[in-house]
């Protein structure tokens, strides 16, 4: 009865992110990395509370896969120095907490996760600067780097 509607609504949401993606700079894209990365985690913990395991495990393995091919892969250690390493190596720590946690279901590994997470994005949003344009990457890239993987 409701599969028709809760596909419509699926579809739609993934319009609005597209849509959102297409027209975020880099700073906003990565955010919104943090923002699924999160929203993984809080859902794991209440599939977790549920008893819902299999879903549990679908969540956290999103967080593992945006920490690990989002955040992790848009790190420029060139560029980055220390700083760069030094997040590369959080992320690793937490995709093997996350990973650890869906193992063990421990609850406190996920929190722990989220109170990462939650920081990092709070210090990312604090550097936000005002002239960053909202028009899209296309607003950073040179024209013969257009096509080239953003790397922060």
Request: net charge negative.
């Amino acid at each position: 009865m409701f599969g028709t509607q809760t596909l419509g609504v699926q579809a739609y949401a993934r319009i609005g992110l597209e849509t959102g993606v297409a027209a975020s700079n880099p700073h906003q894209l990565i955010v919104m990395l943090y923002d699924g990365a999160l929203t993984a985690c809080r859902s794991a913990l209440v599939r977790l509370q549920s008893q819902d395991l299999g879903q549990k495990s679908a969540d956290l393995s999103k967080a593992i896969i945006i920490i690990e091919n989002g955040l992790r892969q848009s790190l420029d250690k060139e560029a980055g120095g220390s700083l760069a390493d030094s997040l590369d190596s959080l992320y690793g720590y937490m995709v093997d907490k996350l990973f650890r946690a869906n193992l063990d279901n421990d609850r406190a590994a996920i929190e722990e996760v989220i109170a990462l997470l939650a920081d990092i994005r709070g210090a990312w949003l604090a550097i936000a600067t005002p002239a960053m344009p909202a028009s899209g990457l296309a607003a950073y890239a040179a024209p013969s780097t257009a096509n080239a993987p953003f790397r922060a």
